[in-house]
């Protein structure tokens, strides 16, 4: 009964070389990467990933897509990294033999990838930097370290811009250019494996789609191309174009089916959610997390107790006849009124149907009982007055979400400079609202002038640039990282590849639970061990 | 900013701010949410591209996921 759970935010981040509009943006972006301080520190470049537990074409439904059917840019398991051997795969925790490369490795500059002291990964993918946050448990965890991102990509435009003999480049943390192109902000969940992927789909549909009055970013536009001037709620949603399936460069689904937990797969399977915008709004990505997971939470429940219990009926009443356009229906609508047609005929709002999922959750809290944790109760809390006020009077939500926080602003500069929709300077706000450098970005304008709420404190998300969450296995990524750097050859969500000077082989630690690893369970091992060779003998003891 | 809430960072020990029982502040009329935009505008008249149209149309991206 808590918003608690394995969680993670990755971002990809739109790029510009200022005044060279067709400079290429893969180059830009393996600069962005190169440049970061871990990258140039020398022997941390040489950490490659291990793609060796990757399998992005696993579809949740439970088949199987050829390689060769699949479209190019879903092969995020490119091996430019060789793969192990495959007795890597054995179950067993302690380090494992890996054969040495007889040849240098080739190092594709496109391949660019730092995996950093906090346990984040930074690369390249496809024309974009990417930060894939640490797993962390917590909503104000995934926001202390996706605002860590924010702070990660700022220090590479700042290398950048003080390198003569590199390009400068603007990082922009959004998901739309406005000329038909997106990018994503993906959010993840691990979920248990005992809840069927279809009826994790349905019930979470109504809920994905209708979330966008609280979690939308925001967009000067509407269509993929922003042909039709005008301002709607989400920054993605005119791209949705499926219901559920396997795509996230094209046809994207409401819901994701790739199924690569990263972790034990009998045990559990990781929801990766494509449909959400990227917030700057500490308060949006905060309950964007803390949602989801609580309605996951009804579900996962409903499932353990056959079904029984308060909450689930509520929800699987709530199935919507169009849920594709339905997405584009919520967005368009900032008055928050429009009726969305359900399955049963019924004809609720985006609000109303955000309410019955928050009573549903309520229901199934007071059927359980016993105590909630603080953040639960944040959760819910906010959730509900969100819901409230947004009922009756949207404007008074500015400070909390981010599509009311951008409203305020175009709408005052539309009515003081009388401009249509469709002026430039209205598009240039939208864009230039998530540059990431504070003395550009909109947003930090509005922080500084104490426009929006703030959850987590400077110290607290400088802290999270440098270290790793304690309490999942980032910590032992991060902590190996910050200390053996120099002995590692390659890293991944679920495992740690050593090379130490003079070992026979390679050897690799596999990580299969995200909730080992953790400082209480490895910080005074890591603390004994001066260098990885002990590391690894203690590991195998 | 006269008149501005003050921001309340939140340590992850503390009790919620925005709890049900710490209402945030009455809601301020509209002519004080304009005046309080129009001072917002101000400040980001300074930080905007100055060319707007050339800024919007050069920002092209490729598509990612």
Not at chain 1, 521 to 528: F, I
Request: aromatic share 6%.
């Amino acid at each position: 009964m808590t918003v608690r759970r394995v969680m993670g935010i990755e971002t990809e981040y739109g790029i510009l070389q200022p005044g060279r509009p067709l400079a290429n943006p893969m180059l830009l972006s393996s600069h962005v990467v190169a440049v970061h301080a871990a990258a140039r520190e020398g022997a941390r470049t040489k950490a490659r990933w291990d793609y060796d537990d990757e399998d992005p074409l696993h579809d949740a439904r439970g088949f199987h897509l050829q390689r060769a059917s699949a479209h190019p840019s879903l092969l995020t398991d490119d091996p430019t990294a060789p793969a192990p051997s495959g007795d890597a795969k054995a179950s067993s925790d302690g380090p494992q033999a890996l054969p040495r490369a007889t040849t240098e490795e080739y190092e594709d500059p496109g391949a660019a990838n730092v995996i950093l002291t906090n346990g984040a990964r930074l690369y390249v993918d496809h024309a974009h930097p990417e930060y894939s946050s640490p797993e962390v448990t917590n909503p104000l965890d995934a926001v202390r370290w996706d605002r860590a991102g924010e702070l990660v990509m700022l220090a590479s435009v700042r290398a950048l811009a003080s390198t003569a003999a590199l390009p400068d480049v603007a990082l922009y943390k959004n998901n739309v250019d406005g000329k038909g192109a997106t990018y994503g902000t993906h959010e993840n969940y691990l979920v248990e494996r005992a809840v069927p992927f279809g009826d994790l789909a349905a019930r979470l549909i109504p809920f994905l789609v209708t979330r966008q009055v609280f979690t939308g970013a925001g967009r000067v536009g509407i269509g993929q191309r922003g042909e039709q001037p005008g301002f709607q709620l989400s920054q993605r949603a005119d791209y949705i174009e499926a219901e559920i399936g396997l795509e996230t460069t094209l046809r994207r689904p409401i819901v994701n089916t790739r199924d690569e937990p990263h972790a034990d797969p009998d045990r559990w399977r990781r929801l990766h959610v494509i449909i959400g915008d990227a917030t700057m709004l500490e308060v949006a990505t905060y309950l964007r997390l803390g949602t989801a997971s609580l309605v996951l939470w009804l579900i996962e429940r409903a499932v353990a107790d056959g079904g029984a219990g308060g909450g689930l009926a509520m929800v699987d009443r709530l199935t919507l006849r169009d849920p594709v356009s339905a997405v584009h229906t919520v967005s368009h609508d900032l008055t928050l009124t429009a009726r969305l047609e359900l399955a049963d005929g019924r004809r609720l709002t985006a609000l109303e149907i955000q309410r019955e999922y928050l009573a549903a959750v309520r229901t199934a809290l007071d059927h359980v009982g016993g105590e909630r944790d603080a953040q639960t109760v944040d959760v819910l809390a906010r959730w509900e007055a969100l819901l409230a006020a947004l009922g009756t009077d949207p404007a008074s939500c500015a400070r909390q979400v981010e599509w009311l926080a951008k409203l305020r602003l175009l709408e005052g500069m539309r009515r003081r400079d009388r401009l249509a929709w469709d002026h430039p300077r209205l598009a240039a706000v939208d864009l230039q609202w998530s540059d990431v450098r504070p003395e550009r970005g909109l947003y930090h304008r509005l922080v500084a002038a104490g426009a929006v709420d703030l959850l987590v404190t400077p110290e607290q998300v400088d802290d999270a640039v440098a270290r790793p969450p304690a309490d999942t296995r980032a910590f032992f990524r991060g902590e190996v990282v910050a200390r053996y750097g120099g002995e590692i050859s390659a890293a991944s969500w679920d495992s740690v590849v050593f090379d130490v000077p003079g070992a026979a082989t390679l050897q690799r630690v596999p990580m299969r639970d995200p909730l080992r690893g953790t400082q209480a369970h490895v910080g005074d091992l890591l603390d004994r061990c001066p260098d990885a060779a002990s590391l690894l003998v203690a590991l195998g003891s | 900013m006269a008149g501005q809430e003050q921001v309340r960072p939140r340590r992850d020990d503390e009790e919620p701010v925005d709890g049900p029982d710490t209402p945030t502040p009455a809601t301020p009329s509209a002519q004080a949410r304009d005046a309080e935009v129009d001072a917002l505008l101000d400040e980001i008249d300074d930080v905007l591209e100055s060319n707007a149209e050339q800024f919007v149309r050069g920002f092209v991206q490729k598509g990612g996921q």
